[in-house]
């Protein structure tokens, strides 16, 4: 063991960034530059994107020291400053995942930076509000890239955006539930960024008293939760947690054991000793090349998931019990009794989501269809059975007669006890457990409190078969007349919420329905970040 944990790579081999080919058509105006607090010089760039006015980037701004070697799967350490110009003119490799799009491994294990997006003309004075996104991507995909998040739309309403990457799967989320490696690094990465914000979003003309920490789908999970940790405290002063909530329980927050088995899987995989101890396991796993790491994540699943986390193996865990100190703990309890408890550290203005039929888009097996109808015994062999996949604050035992009973009902209520429900009947059901019941919980709950900020609820029910994202983007795979998860991101992220690559976004008839609810919905959202 002692010689393989001595060869921590300082810098590991990586996959290769993504190349000019997923790259926006923008054009490049002139060269800019903003002074930060420490002295340091970032030199930024004007772009150009589609129809819309011209904005500044800053692009792959450090926020974090590189995670590599012995910070692999530690907290996340504030980016160390420097002197003179620091270019910030292309953006950095996202982190390491498969790009659907190109079906390669792209990105990089060095990946803690951001993205800062303003208005032409914009003077540290200017004290513009603030908005902070988090991609979505269930703790595997995406990234800040402009291809995933076109900012021009808020930009142009003269708001300051901010993009931030965090740690995915092994490397964000990798777990010994122990104080050697509690996990939810990439939860941390989040929060160092906020910190980051609040520290130096008025040299670039940003208001660090009117930030709006906003997210979508698994960056709604992380915008949410920042509501609850105490190092986030200070940071932002609105949220938009968009289909999506940190009691959703597809997205976390599993039991400590559960994760600590799968890294000793993963460690003995890789070639680690069954013998070796937490700390040889550890230093064994900050050893190995990234690329090896990656590409092995997703062979230590103990067991096949139930259907209520049907997720990649790493997912933020509960890991009150094993931090050195409490304040460092992300979760100290399950999310939705820190959600019921009302355990709030900043209770803040919150508007939530959600699409009206959220659940209904597809899940990625296609095995699982006969026609457009489930295939109910290969439906059990993937989801472990309905009774598995219902929702963690019903409060019931699996195995339990109550339970059982209440898998009576569900198969009743929404599959009217048919042995192959349609796929809308199962997306019904699997939209309310994923998305919509979580959401509504939430807002429920954060409007119960009794000292609440104002809470808002927000149905997206507008169908277009053209411009709506997840139409274009799954077609047939998706009922007609439905508008699902992550259809309304066209309406406010323009060009980086195209589905199929880069290109100009369809042409809008001022008049059409399209372009009405654009402006309308950029309208309240933007209210919403400056006003609350």
Known sequence: MGAVCSTLMARSPEAEALPDERSLSTVEIYSLEVTLPHGGVLRGREVQQ????????????????????????????????????????????????????????????????????????????????????????????????????????????????????????????????????????????????MRWVRENIAAFGGDPERVTAFGFCIGAYIAHTLQFVEAAKGTFQRSMIFSGAMNNTWYGALPGEVLRERTLK??????????????????????????????????????????????????????????????????????????????????????????????????GDTKLWTGNRVDEDKLDDHYAKLDRSLPYDLDLELGTPERAAVTREVRQLYFDNKRHPTMHQMYTYLGDVFSGMPVVRAARLHAAHPAAPPTYLMNFAVESSFFNRSRVKYGKCIVPGLVVHADDMSYYFGAGAE?????????????????????????????FIKYG
Request: aromatic share 10%; with cysteine.
């Open 50 to 193: 589609n129809a819309a006015p011209p904005f500044q980037a800053f692009l792959g701004v450090p926020f974090a020291r590189p995670p590599l070697g012995r910070l692999r799967f530690q907290p996340p350490q504030p980016a160390e400053p420097w002197a003179g110009v620091l270019p910030a003119e292309q953006e950095r490799p996202p982190p390491l995942q498969i790009d659907y799009y190109l079906k390669k491994v792209v990105g990089s294990e060095d990946c803690l930076y951001l993205n800062v997006y303003r208005p032409p003309g914009t003077e540290a004075s200017s004290r513009k509000p603030v908005l902070v996104y988090f991609h979505y991507g269930m703790w595997s995909l995406n990234n800040s890239s402009m291809n995933e998040v076109g900012p021009e739309l808020f930009v142009a309403k003269d708001i300051v955006v901010v993009v931030i990457n965090y740690r995915l799967l092994a490397f964000g989320f990798m777990s010994l539930n122990t104080p050697l490696a509690p996990g939810n690094m990439g939860l941390k990465d989040a929060v160092l960024g």
């Open 266 to 363: 993963l460690a003995r995989i890789l070639g680690c000793d069954e013998k070796a101890s937490d700390e040889e396991v550890f230093e064994f796993l900050q050893s190995v090349p990234a690329m090896e790491l990656f590409g092995k994540s997703w062979d230590c699943m103990a067991s096949p998931p139930p259907a209520d986390r049907a997720n990649p193996p790493f997912l933020p865990v509960i890991d009150g019990h094993c931090v050195a100190r409490p304040e460092d703990a992300v979760f100290p309890a399950h999310p939705f009794k820190m959600l019921r408890d009302g355990m709030q550290v900043s209770p803040v203005p919150t508007m939530f989501s959600l699409a009206r039929d959220d659940g209904h888009v597809i899940r």
């Open 499 to 527: 589905p199929q690559g880069p290109g100009p976004e369809p042409e809008l008839a001022h008049d059409s329905l399209e372009a009405v609810t654009r402006r309308r919905m950029m309208a309240f959202l933007s209210n």
